[in-house]
């Protein structure tokens, strides 16, 4: 079965604090495609970034950086010197033949 | 501008009204998808299309119907709805090879009386 688990319901953090986001992702398929999308509080779904299961290099983004591990099945999202702006639910995402979410991570980020 | 729209982007309705949501693409994608999002259970698939005509089931399609006449839409119809229909859904497209990255419209926030 597919599955996708983000354990941290909700994290807190203030400005300038570097953050991890964790994703496990569960799949027998040896293709697949990772995604993280951010939902900022005015709702819409932002995409963020897009991984295939064969390239485990680290990507890295301005302020964003992401950690691919297939080892540990897992994908997790590093916002370094967070911002206010930052502050939204993040949803990590596997796709083997269909989009399957995690339930997200909530990130405030206080002044 | 490529986008995905919907409309409305609220509703308030009471139990057995009919109503659609549409949403409609303007990048020529040929998969459609539509997704609801609640607390606790993120976002779960309702209906996909792989192109016209073509429309199958997502992981909580009860309740809810949907049709692809054309590529650029795909309408929500809720024929019955009930208030665990009460939700937001969210459209979205791709361009239809295995593992596209999927954009999604603005979202539908929808309450059920």
């Known amino acids: 079965a597919q599955k996708v688990t983000q354990a941290q319901t909700e994290i807190s953090v203030v400005e300038k604090e570097d953050v991890t986001l964790d994703c496990v992702y569960e799949?027998?398929?040896?293709?697949?495609?990772l995604f993280w999308y951010k939902q900022p509080p005015s709702g819409e779904l932002v995409f963020l970034i897009r991984?295939?299961?064969?390239?485990?290099q680290n990507e890295i983004s301005g302020r964003y950086s992401w950690n691919f591990q297939k080892s540990t099945s897992s994908f997790n999202f590093t916002i370094t010197a967070s911002q206010v702006v930052d502050s939204a639910v993040y949803f990590c995402?596997?796709?083997?033949?269909?989009?399957?979410f995690g339930t997200g991570t909530r990130l405030q980020v206080f002044p | 501008e490529a986008q995905v729209t919907q409309n409305p982007r609220y509703l308030i309705t009471v139990t057995g009204k009919k109503l659609t949501v549409t949403c409609s693409q303007n990048?020529?994608?040929?998969?459609m998808s539509w997704y609801r999002q609640d607390p606790g259970l993120g976002l779960r698939q309702i209906y996909y299309?792989?192109?016209?005509?073509?429309?199958d089931k997502g992981d909580v399609p009860e309740g809810y119907k949907v049709s692809r006449k054309e590529k650029r839409n795909f309408p929500l119809i809720l024929e019955s709805p009930s208030p665990n229909q009460t939700s937001l859904y969210f459209c979205?497209?791709?361009?239809?090879?295995?593992?596209?990255?999927?954009?999604f419209g603005p979202g539908t926030r929808l309450l059920v009386l």
């Open positions: 979205a497209s791709s361009p239809g090879l295995a593992w596209e990255t999927q954009y």
């Open positions: 799949t027998r398929d040896t293709t697949y495609y």
């Open positions: 991984r295939n299961s064969f390239d485990e």
């Open positions: 995402a596997l796709d083997t033949d269909k989009l399957i």
């Open positions: 990048m020529n994608h040929e998969y």
């Open positions: 299309s792989m192109n016209v005509e073509v429309t």
